[in-house]
Protein backbone atom coordinates (compact mmCIF):
# COMPACT_ATOMS: atom_id res chain seq x y z
CA UNK A 1 0.00 0.00 0.00
CA UNK A 2 1.38 3.52 -1.12
CA UNK A 3 -1.23 5.30 1.51
CA UNK A 4 -3.27 4.92 4.05
CA UNK A 5 -3.24 4.09 7.82
CA UNK A 6 -0.90 1.10 7.49
CA UNK A 7 1.87 1.59 5.05
CA UNK A 8 3.12 -1.66 3.36
CA UNK A 9 6.34 -1.95 0.99
CA UNK A 10 8.82 -4.31 0.06
CA UNK A 11 12.60 -3.10 0.34
CA UNK A 12 14.62 -5.53 -1.14
CA UNK A 13 14.69 -8.05 1.28
CA UNK A 14 12.78 -6.44 4.11
CA UNK A 15 8.92 -6.34 4.81
CA UNK A 16 8.32 -3.07 6.00
CA UNK A 17 5.44 -1.98 7.73
CA UNK A 18 4.74 1.34 9.11
CA UNK A 19 1.82 2.77 11.39
CA UNK A 20 0.19 6.14 9.65
CA UNK A 21 -1.58 7.78 12.00
CA UNK A 22 0.88 10.27 13.72
CA UNK A 23 -1.59 12.91 14.14
CA UNK A 24 -3.49 10.87 17.16
CA UNK A 25 0.35 9.24 18.16
CA UNK A 26 -0.83 5.96 15.75
CA UNK A 27 -3.50 4.58 17.79
CA UNK A 28 -4.75 0.85 16.86
CA UNK A 29 -8.33 0.90 14.93
CA UNK A 30 -9.32 -2.06 14.40
CA UNK A 31 -9.03 -1.32 10.33
CA UNK A 32 -5.36 -0.60 11.55
CA UNK A 33 -4.92 -4.22 13.38
CA UNK A 34 -6.74 -5.93 10.66
CA UNK A 35 -4.44 -4.00 8.04
CA UNK A 36 -1.40 -5.49 10.22
CA UNK A 37 -2.17 -8.70 10.17
CA UNK A 38 -2.87 -8.53 6.58
CA UNK A 39 0.51 -7.41 6.27
CA UNK A 40 2.15 -9.97 7.60
CA UNK A 41 0.24 -12.74 6.44
CA UNK A 42 0.12 -11.61 2.97
CA UNK A 43 4.01 -11.65 2.56
CA UNK A 44 4.85 -14.78 4.68
CA UNK A 45 5.83 -16.88 1.82
CA UNK A 46 7.79 -14.93 -0.06
CA UNK A 47 11.34 -16.62 -0.03
CA UNK A 48 13.33 -13.64 -0.83
CA UNK A 49 12.69 -11.90 2.05
CA UNK A 50 14.78 -11.83 5.06
CA UNK A 51 13.13 -9.89 8.22
CA UNK A 52 10.46 -7.21 8.52
CA UNK A 53 10.58 -3.94 10.41
CA UNK A 54 7.29 -2.32 12.25
CA UNK A 55 7.29 0.80 13.03
CA UNK A 56 5.41 4.30 13.37
CA UNK A 57 4.70 6.98 11.36
CA UNK A 58 6.49 10.51 13.30
CA UNK A 59 8.73 10.63 16.05
CA UNK A 60 6.12 10.52 19.23
CA UNK A 61 4.69 7.44 19.11
CA UNK A 62 4.98 3.87 18.01
CA UNK A 63 1.76 2.97 19.02
CA UNK A 64 -0.63 4.10 21.07
CA UNK A 65 -3.43 1.96 22.42
CA UNK A 66 -6.96 0.89 20.76
CA UNK A 67 -8.78 3.75 19.52
CA UNK A 68 -11.19 4.29 22.39
CA UNK A 69 -13.30 6.35 20.40
CA UNK A 70 -13.76 3.59 17.80
CA UNK A 71 -14.72 1.05 20.57
CA UNK A 72 -16.63 3.26 22.75
CA UNK A 73 -19.99 1.20 21.21
CA UNK A 74 -18.69 -2.49 22.64
CA UNK A 75 -19.87 -2.78 25.71
CA UNK A 76 -21.55 -6.27 25.90
CA UNK A 77 -19.43 -9.62 26.73
CA UNK A 78 -19.91 -11.29 23.29
CA UNK A 79 -18.92 -8.01 21.22
CA UNK A 80 -15.71 -7.59 23.72
CA UNK A 81 -14.62 -11.31 23.35
CA UNK A 82 -14.85 -11.10 19.45
CA UNK A 83 -13.24 -7.25 19.62
CA UNK A 84 -10.43 -9.05 21.69
CA UNK A 85 -9.93 -12.23 19.42
CA UNK A 86 -9.73 -10.27 16.46
CA UNK A 87 -7.25 -7.97 17.40
CA UNK A 88 -5.42 -11.26 19.13
CA UNK A 89 -5.32 -12.50 15.32
CA UNK A 90 -3.92 -9.35 14.18
CA UNK A 91 -1.08 -9.52 16.50
CA UNK A 92 -0.79 -13.90 15.91
CA UNK A 93 0.00 -12.96 12.12
CA UNK A 94 3.22 -11.18 13.42
CA UNK A 95 3.96 -13.62 15.94
CA UNK A 96 3.91 -16.14 13.43
CA UNK A 97 5.26 -14.96 10.90
CA UNK A 98 8.39 -16.71 9.99
CA UNK A 99 11.22 -14.41 9.94
CA UNK A 100 12.34 -12.34 12.25
CA UNK A 101 9.84 -9.18 13.32
CA UNK A 102 11.85 -6.29 14.34
CA UNK A 103 9.59 -3.54 16.21
CA UNK A 104 11.55 0.07 15.70
CA UNK A 105 10.10 1.93 18.58
CA UNK A 106 10.24 5.59 17.35
CA UNK A 107 8.41 6.86 20.11
CA UNK A 108 6.18 5.86 23.33
CA UNK A 109 4.56 1.72 22.96
CA UNK A 110 1.77 2.23 24.84
CA UNK A 111 -1.04 0.32 26.20
CA UNK A 112 -2.12 -1.96 23.00
CA UNK A 113 0.94 -0.54 21.28
CA UNK A 114 3.17 -2.21 24.26
CA UNK A 115 1.15 -5.58 23.20
CA UNK A 116 1.90 -5.03 19.22
CA UNK A 117 5.93 -4.46 20.52
CA UNK A 118 6.51 -7.49 22.16
CA UNK A 119 4.55 -9.59 19.49
CA UNK A 120 6.94 -8.99 17.20
CA UNK A 121 10.69 -11.04 17.92
CA UNK A 122 13.05 -8.25 18.60
CA UNK A 123 12.61 -4.33 20.16
CA UNK A 124 14.91 -1.25 19.38
CA UNK A 125 13.61 2.13 20.60
CA UNK A 126 14.73 5.61 19.82
CA UNK A 127 16.56 7.68 22.63
CA UNK A 128 13.61 9.14 23.79
CA UNK A 129 11.00 6.18 23.45
CA UNK A 130 9.43 4.52 26.53
CA UNK A 131 7.23 1.21 26.83
CA UNK A 132 4.39 0.90 28.78
CA UNK A 133 1.34 -1.69 29.64
CA UNK A 134 -0.88 1.40 31.12
CA UNK A 135 -4.05 -0.83 30.46
CA UNK A 136 -4.83 -0.89 34.52
CA UNK A 137 -5.38 3.08 33.97
CA UNK A 138 -8.69 2.69 32.42
CA UNK A 139 -9.54 -0.56 34.44
CA UNK A 140 -8.98 -3.34 31.78
CA UNK A 141 -6.43 -5.74 31.50
CA UNK A 142 -4.57 -6.81 28.53
CA UNK A 143 -6.05 -8.74 25.56
CA UNK A 144 -4.19 -9.21 22.63
CA UNK A 145 -1.64 -11.72 24.48
CA UNK A 146 0.58 -9.21 25.30
CA UNK A 147 0.48 -10.06 29.06
CA UNK A 148 1.51 -13.50 27.92
CA UNK A 149 4.47 -12.47 25.84
CA UNK A 150 5.63 -9.76 28.88
CA UNK A 151 6.31 -12.58 31.30
CA UNK A 152 7.61 -14.63 28.77
CA UNK A 153 10.34 -11.98 27.90
CA UNK A 154 10.98 -10.86 31.54
CA UNK A 155 9.97 -13.23 34.34
CA UNK A 156 6.37 -13.26 35.86
CA UNK A 157 6.67 -11.35 38.79
CA UNK A 158 8.62 -8.43 36.72
CA UNK A 159 5.64 -8.56 34.20
CA UNK A 160 3.35 -8.69 37.45
CA UNK A 161 4.77 -5.59 38.57
CA UNK A 162 5.25 -3.73 34.93
CA UNK A 163 1.69 -4.30 34.68
CA UNK A 164 -0.26 -3.66 38.13
CA UNK A 165 2.21 -0.43 38.50
CA UNK A 166 1.13 0.90 34.86
CA UNK A 167 5.12 1.71 34.55
CA UNK A 168 6.25 3.76 32.02
CA UNK A 169 9.98 2.87 31.48
CA UNK A 170 12.71 3.93 29.23
CA UNK A 171 15.12 2.39 26.74
CA UNK A 172 17.79 1.95 29.28
CA UNK A 173 15.32 -0.01 32.00
CA UNK A 174 14.06 -1.91 29.14
CA UNK A 175 17.21 -3.03 27.67
CA UNK A 176 18.46 -3.97 31.21
CA UNK A 177 15.19 -6.52 31.78
CA UNK A 178 15.00 -7.75 28.39
CA UNK A 179 12.68 -5.82 26.89
CA UNK A 180 14.77 -4.23 24.32
CA UNK A 181 17.82 -5.35 22.39
CA UNK A 182 19.47 -1.98 21.42
CA UNK A 183 18.22 1.54 22.58
CA UNK A 184 19.73 4.80 19.95
CA UNK A 185 21.76 7.42 21.21
CA UNK A 186 20.95 10.95 22.33
CA UNK A 187 20.91 12.97 18.90
CA UNK A 188 21.37 9.43 16.93
CA UNK A 189 19.23 9.32 13.52
CA UNK A 190 16.78 6.22 14.41
CA UNK A 191 16.48 5.38 10.99
CA UNK A 192 20.41 5.11 10.65
CA UNK A 193 20.18 2.90 13.84
CA UNK A 194 17.88 1.18 12.88
CA UNK A 195 19.31 0.19 9.44
CA UNK A 196 22.86 -0.54 11.47
CA UNK A 197 20.92 -2.97 13.31
CA UNK A 198 19.17 -4.90 11.20
CA UNK A 199 22.48 -5.13 8.68
CA UNK A 200 23.74 -8.15 10.01
CA UNK A 201 20.65 -10.03 9.25
CA UNK A 202 20.51 -9.30 5.96
CA UNK A 203 23.47 -10.99 5.01
CA UNK A 204 22.20 -13.98 6.35
CA UNK A 205 20.35 -16.49 4.10
CA UNK A 206 16.76 -16.46 3.71
CA UNK A 207 16.09 -19.94 4.65
CA UNK A 208 18.54 -19.96 7.25
CA UNK A 209 16.63 -17.13 9.39
CA UNK A 210 13.29 -19.08 8.79
CA UNK A 211 15.01 -21.94 10.63
CA UNK A 212 16.15 -19.47 13.62
CA UNK A 213 12.71 -18.16 14.05
CA UNK A 214 11.28 -21.70 13.71
CA UNK A 215 13.44 -22.83 16.52
CA UNK A 216 12.48 -19.07 18.76
CA UNK A 217 8.99 -19.65 17.76
CA UNK A 218 8.40 -22.86 19.04
CA UNK A 219 10.11 -22.24 22.72
CA UNK A 220 7.49 -19.35 22.87
CA UNK A 221 4.73 -21.71 21.75
CA UNK A 222 6.20 -23.64 24.49
CA UNK A 223 6.04 -26.63 22.53
CA UNK A 224 7.69 -29.95 23.46
CA UNK A 225 11.43 -30.32 23.22
CA UNK A 226 11.25 -33.36 20.93
CA UNK A 227 8.75 -30.54 18.69
CA UNK A 228 11.91 -28.50 18.78
CA UNK A 229 14.07 -30.51 18.08
CA UNK A 230 12.50 -31.72 15.08
CA UNK A 231 12.01 -28.61 13.59
CA UNK A 232 15.70 -27.59 14.47
CA UNK A 233 16.79 -31.08 12.51
CA UNK A 234 14.28 -30.23 9.24
CA UNK A 235 15.51 -26.75 9.21
CA UNK A 236 19.25 -28.28 9.87
CA UNK A 237 18.92 -30.50 7.17
CA UNK A 238 17.61 -28.32 4.72
CA UNK A 239 20.28 -25.42 5.02
CA UNK A 240 23.01 -28.10 4.95
CA UNK A 241 21.95 -29.92 1.54
CA UNK A 242 21.80 -26.50 0.02
CA UNK A 243 24.47 -25.25 -2.50
CA UNK A 244 24.05 -21.63 -0.26
CA UNK A 245 25.85 -23.89 2.57
CA UNK A 246 28.31 -25.17 0.28
CA UNK A 247 29.59 -22.30 -1.45
CA UNK A 248 29.99 -20.81 1.56
CA UNK A 249 32.31 -23.39 3.12
CA UNK A 250 33.96 -23.20 -0.08
CA UNK A 251 34.94 -20.01 0.45
CA UNK A 252 36.18 -20.81 4.24
CA UNK A 253 37.84 -23.64 3.18
CA UNK A 254 39.91 -22.15 0.36
CA UNK A 255 44.09 -21.46 0.51
CA UNK A 256 44.92 -18.34 1.82
CA UNK A 257 46.12 -16.51 -1.49
CA UNK A 258 49.44 -15.41 -1.23
CA UNK A 259 50.26 -11.75 -0.56
Do not use: Y
Request: proline share 3%.
Amino acid sequence: MADGEVLTRIDDDVLRVTINRPGKRNPLSRSVLSAIGEAFATHRDRQDLRLAVLTGMGDKSFAAGGDLREVESIRETEASRQFSNESHAALDAVRHFPLPVVAALNGDALGGGAELAVACDVRVMAAHARIGFIQGRINISTSWGGGVDLARLVGHARALSLLSRSAVIGGTEAMSIGLAEAVAGAGEDFGTFVEAFVAPMRRQAPRVLRGFKAVALAQRLGLPRERCRALELEHFVTSWVHDDHWNAAAKVLAPAQPQ
